[in-house]
């Protein structure tokens, strides 16, 4: 699920392109964030709550987000649009998820993708084959999901931030 390092443009593309979807509707109460700076594995303790319904998840980001997690959006044009926004859409199947992005809901690239699964305290972890697993608090609702990216088995970097964080509305 992690994306890439980001340490020069050629590394937001290969970024931006990933490596490699859930249950009831009900509302989850939103885990407490991980202390460690790296992803635990899921244990062997399992995980009986709210799950994230399947279905496709969307939101909206622009300039403005990149600039406050300080990037420059030049270097996101894979995702912003001529007009300064684009989509950061996820897809929730049973145990895996996709993310796709760009500026055209017609035309979104597909970027990470791999497995999911919850730990024995409710976090999302998200498992990409490049990336080891990361974790995120999460809450949801029958339109909405909210996700934020604790930690990571790599180090995070804003572009993660930008396509994991934030409100998504359920278009699907």
């Known amino acids: ?8 443009v050629a590394a937001v593309a290969l970024t931006l392109a990933g490596c490699g979807s859930g249950g009831s509707s009900a509302t989850a109460e939103k885990p407490s ?5 790296t992803a635990s594995p899921p244990s062997e303790a399992s ?7 399947a279905g496709t998840y969307t939101k909206r980001v622009s300039r403005k987000d990149v600039k406050a997690l300080g990037q420059d959006p ?11 926004t684009g989509l950061v859409v996820y897809k929730f199947e049973e145990g895996a998820w996709t993310e796709y ?3 055209n809901k017609d035309a979104l690239e597909r970027g990470s993708y791999g497995t999911h699964s ?11 084959t490049c990336c080891g697993d990361s974790l995120l608090t999460w809450e949801s609702d029958a339109s909405t999901l909210t996700m934020t990216l604790e ?7 804003p572009i ?13």
């Open 160 to 172: 993660d931030h930008l396509m994991r964080d934030g409100v998504y509305t359920k278009t699907g």
């Open 1 to 8: 699920m992690n994306l890439l390092t980001v340490t020069s």
């Open 74 to 84: 030049a270097y996101f044009p894979d995702v912003l649009g001529p007009d300064g």
């Open 151 to 157: 930690s990571s088995d790599v180090a995070l970097t």
């Open 47 to 53: 995980y009986d709550g709210p799950a994230i319904a």
């Open 118 to 128: 919850y730990d024995e305290d409710g976090m999302l972890v998200f498992t990409e």
């Open 101 to 103: 992005h760009g500026p």
């Open 33 to 37: 964030p991980s202390s460690s700076t």
